[in-house]
């Protein structure tokens, strides 16, 4: 990897490991299976906030900035809820998307780990290995469907920041995934079959002191996916020993101005954590 790119371009391609891509294949296919099931069995994996943080939610695409789309989180510190409602339910195909879903967090691990030791390395952030090692419970996939509602060009996935340390995007159907340059323009971002693409967020850019930017991104519809939907799997990296962004205090971060943070001095973006 050449993790410089993370400062320069705000983005870094990684090679996939053949077995991390065999599981997030794996992994995929279950979740395109997931959604062929009735409504009511989807919902049955409804968001656990009060639990885990983990499950599944279906957005309708309301207010402002919202996006039409279904999502199940997973991550290891939710496993025994997500298998509670495997048994309840006895749901074959939810099974199967459960297991793959939760063994590709656990093959992610070593990889998500090399990633954190080349950026300690390079930017020299004491401790910072170590501080991802102590959560890897807490990462959690985002698995995402967004139905076929948009014309080609138009935006299905609004532009955004995510409020985590780092998110490995790890599978896109198609392409359409962009990335807002820190001169403020709008480029493909294309993860492949060979690489993962893994950007910044808000909590790197507070841990680097403003060196590692957080990075805007969008998705936009193509041909293809205004006609079947599209589906893609990424990885959300939570820093437990950094603070978070004060959302109840600041607002939703995809209703902010686009590239807000890429000019912000360090001590007013600090303002912005609790």
């Not at 841990?207 to 990075?215: D, F, K, P, Q, T």
Request: glycine residues 8%; contains cysteine; proline residues 4%.
């Amino acid at each position: 990897m050449n993790i410089i790119d993370l400062k320069t371009k705000g983005f870094v391609r990684i090679k996939y490991p053949s077995d991390l891509r065999r599981a997030v294949l794996k992994a995929q296919q279950a979740w395109v299976e997931f959604n062929l099931l009735p409504k009511e069995v989807r919902l049955s994996f409804s968001y656990s906030n009060s639990g885990a943080g983990v499950g599944y939610e279906e957005k309708d695409g309301s207010g402002p900035m919202g996006d039409f789309k279904r999502n199940f989180d997973v991550a290891l510190s939710g496993k025994d809820w997500l298998y509670e409602r495997v048994e309840k339910i006895q749901n074959q195909v939810a099974r199967v998307f459960v297991e793959s879903a939760l063994e590709m967090v656990s093959v992610m691990t070593p990889f998500v780990l090399g990633f954190a030791s080349e950026v300690e390395r390079e930017f020299e952030l004491k401790g910072f290995e170590e501080e991802i090692s102590s959560g890897k419970d807490a990462f959690f996939v985002r698995f995402a469907f967004y139905p076929p509602q948009k014309e080609a060009g138009e935006v299905i996935c609004q532009a955004h920041v995510d409020q985590s340390g780092a998110t490995p995007h790890l599978f896109e159907s198609a392409p359409g995934l962009e990335c807002l340059t820190y001169d403020g323009k709008w480029i493909p971002m294309t993860v492949s079959e060979h690489e993962t693409v893994i950007i910044p967020d808000m909590q790197m850019q507070l841990r680097s002191n403003g060196v590692l930017r957080a990075l805007w991104h969008r998705v936009v519809a193509n041909t293809e996916t205004a006609r079947n939907g599209r589906y893609s799997a990424v990885t959300f990296l939570q820093f437990q020993d950094t603070p978070k962004y004060d959302k109840s205090t600041h607002g939703r971060l995809q209703e902010k101005p686009e590239g807000f943070n890429y000019g912000m001095s360090q001590g007013e973006f600090a303002k912005l954590f609790k």
